[in-house]
Every structure is written in structure tokens, then in C-alpha cells.
């Protein structure tokens, strides 16, 4: 029974959070008040950064949007968590990480603690921000990229009230779209990694837009031990599980682990 009306007290004071989250308060206010209902975090707005922070490893850990703060109200067990959903192995050494659709950098920055070199790719200006600013000083190489099958210029549809932004238009529900120029996983890899350099891992979180990630990197894969995706219901409110299939099964990689309840499949090169 107290575990019930634990849980249910704690679904109010969630709901609550996103409600008062919109209310027309000033940032600098609305993060005072935050504190003294929500957090022990000790939340603040930078009006320099404009971005919040919360207090963590003594520094700051800074999130763009207020609408999201109830998301990281604990940011190490946010990263712990996104080590088990997202199935990480633990035997790789010190890997060589790439995180495609990082967010503000908490997948990243949980693997670089455990000694990975993690290039992060974030294609979303204000969480890009966010990102550069929480990887200073860490094995985190932050990259303000969109990944796609081809290079070419594209519109990115910016989604300010969620941070859900993407390459593919929900039929209204975004505020604007921005021109980008958009790159292959391929076409970085030459640029950015020795030709012999292995990848552990390659995570892809991409808001729908799998597939052409993959597309783009069908050299780089071929090093790639272990690839983990986030295959769910964001690409016009559909998954892209047969597509990611699809690709990697003839690529050599077979599905290892699956998911729940975060729709994630854990693919391994048999190569290797």
C-alpha cells in the first residue's frame, strides 16, 4: 500500500513539473522556485550560458530547456540507466565510442568515465550547446553534425516545446525548420579516423532517421564491433526496426540483445 501512494504521489509531482514548466516565469525565477518544490540540485539559469544547470561531481551539468529538467532530476542515475537500456558490453577495454544523436552528452559522458573516447554527434543546435558546454574536460568529442545517407543540404525540423527535433516533419508539431548541411558517417570517418582504428561501439538515437545513418556508413560498420539502436516509433510515428534489420544482417551483424521497455536492439559484428 505505501508503495502505491508513493508511486502515485510521485506521478503527480512528475505531472506537476511539466505543467508549471510552462507557466510565462521568468528563468531566472522559475529556477529559485524549481529548487524549493523539486530539486535538491541546486538548479540554476545562466543568463551568459542561457542554459540551466544542475550541481554534479562539483560542477555544473547544463540542460537547454526547463521543460526537460524533470528528466535529469538525477543525472547519475539517468546515465546508469542509459548504459542498461542502451545493453553496453562491459568487456571493451578502453573503446572508442560513437554516439550518433548524444543529446545533451549523458550517454557520452557515462562512457567516457569509464575510460571510452566517445565522438558525440548532435545535429540540434540548442542541445548541441548544451553538449559542448557539459563535455569540457572529458574524453567526449563533441560534433554539431547531422548524419544522413548522402551528403547533401537538408531541413532540420527544430521541436523547442520536446527537444525532439529531426530530419523528418510531424506535420506541424515542430516550431521552425533550419537549412543544414548533412554529412556521412563515411565521409567523417575518413576525415576524422585512422583507417585501421576500430570502433567499439556505434550508438544510434536519431529520431527516426536510422536507417540513413547506417546507409552512410556502410564502410565505417565494417569496423564496428557492436552497434545499438533505438529503433522506435519516431519516424513519422513509425519504428524502424525492418529497415535497421534490413541493412545489418547483411552486413555480417546479428541481433544479440532486445530491448525493453525502450525499443533497443544490440547488433554484433560476427567479423569479430
Sequence with gaps: MRKTVSNLLFAVALASRKRFSSLAIPNKIWARIYNIFFSRRNVEWSAEEEMFSYALDGGRFYIPRRNRLYLWASVEQKQAQLLVDYMIPTNLGEPLVLDVGANVGEFSLALS???????????????????????????????????????????????????????????????????????????????????????????????????????????????????????????????????????????GFRAVHFGAPRPVILFHNQFF
Design 113 to 251: 568515465r569509464h575510460g571510452a573516447v566517445v565522438h558525440a554527434f548532435e545535429p540540434d543546435p540548442v542541445e548541441f550547446k548544451a553538449l559542448e558546454r557539459n563535455c569540457r574536460g572529458s574524453t567526449v568529442h563533441p560534433h554539431n553534425i547531422a548524419l544522413w545517407d548522402n551528403e547533401e543540404s537538408r531541413y532540420f525540423y527544430l521541436s523547442n516545446a520536446t527537444g525532439d527535433s529531426s530530419l523528418f516533419s510531424e506535420g506541424g508539431a515542430t516550431d521552425e525548420k533550419i537549412k543544414i548541411q548533412a554529412r556521412t558517417l563515411d565521409s567523417w570517418a575518413r576525415e576524422n579516423l585512422a583507417p585501421d582504428c576500430p570502433v567499439s561501439v556505434l550508438k544510434v538515437e536519431a529520431e527516426g532517421a536510422e536507417p540513413e545513418v547506417l546507409l552512410g556508413g556502410v564502410e565505417t560498420l565494417k569496423r564496428v564491433h557492436y552497434v545499438t539502436v533505438d529503433v522506435g516509433f519516431e519516424r513519422l510515428s513509425q519504428s524502424t526496426l525492418p529497415e535497421v534489420v534490413n541493412i545489418l544482417i547483411p552486413l
